[in-house]
Nanobody
């Protein structure tokens, strides 16, 4: 059974940066057909929302409008790891961040993803 494990969350001041990592353990991205990897976030009292997604080659990426120009998603398939570089963080970025994987094409909807991590907390203070 594949596990996705996020790391890199924490407390940061507004304007700061964090880099989240999501590593697959047990099996590889390829074994489970995780062609597309995504990051989602969920703030207290809110629904889980799309942040970014990347295809297998890294040549295609999607971003939510709220993070475009500030966040960058990338992946290293040889390390079975996907990253989310977050710059110019704002208090409204505070949430639990989840990585997710799926077969096939990029999607922005959470219910399209088959595999999920447990999440990592990101808190941005003003």
């Amino acid at each position: 059974q594949v596990q996705l494990v996020e790391s890199g969350g924490g407390l940061v001041q507004a304007g700061g940066s964090l880099r989240l990592s999501c590593a697959a353990s047990g099996r590889t991205f390829r074994t489970y057909g995780m062609d597309a990897m995504g990051w989602f976030r969920q703030a207290p009292g809110s629904e889980r929302e799309f942040v970014a997604a990347i295809n297998w080659s890294g040549g295609s990426t999607y971003y939510a409008d709220s993070v475009k120009g500030r966040f960058t998603i990338s992946r290293e398939n040889a390390k079975n790891t996907v990253y989310l570089q977050m710059n110019s963080l704002k208090p409204e970025d505070t949430a639990v961040y989840y990585c997710a994987g799926k077969r096939g094409i990029l999607r922005r909807t959470a219910n399209a993803y088959d595999y999920w991590g447990q999440g990592t907390q990101v808190t941005v203070s003003s």
